[in-house]
């Protein structure tokens, strides 16, 4: 049985990510769901405001923000395509809790603040 799987996390705007991995985990509408290679073909809705975590092939652990989407399985890969996405080393956390504490008029702005804040803490 294969231990690795091809995986693309894809945003509107760019590609973010693209290799083998061994395990991606990610929200979806619902609940966490974790693929390793030779998962189940499944398609996922993720949440707003939610993570991806991307194990590679060479161990190396991702984490990124990601707003909207979908996720899909094959078993052999994984097609992450996010509205927007980010990845938790790029994002600036102190700006995100600025946000959440001043509040804001759009629901839209404080979801991706939350999903900022939230892959920060779990990189």
Do not use: N, Y
């Not at 405001?49 to 399985?73: P, Q, Y």
């Not at 959440?100 to 629901?107: M, N």
């Amino acid at each position: 049985m294969a231990t690795e799987m091809t995986v693309e996390l894809v945003a509107v705007e760019e590609r973010l990510w693209s290799g083998s991995a061994t395990m991606v985990s990610a929200q979806t509408t619902e609940g966490e769901i974790g693929i390793m290679a030779g998962h189940e073909p499944v398609l996922g809705q993720l949440v707003e405001a939610g993570t991806v975590a991307i194990t590679s092939a060479d161990g190396e652990r991702r984490v990124a923000a990601v707003h909207g989407g979908f996720l899909s399985c094959t078993g052999a890969a994984v097609t992450i395509l996010a509205e927007s996405a980010e990845f938790a080393e790029d994002i600036d956390v102190e700006a995100a809790r600025a946000v959440l504490a001043e509040g804001s008029d759009d629901p839209e702005v404080i979801a991706i603040a939350k999903g900022r804040v939230r892959a920060v803490e779990r990189a």
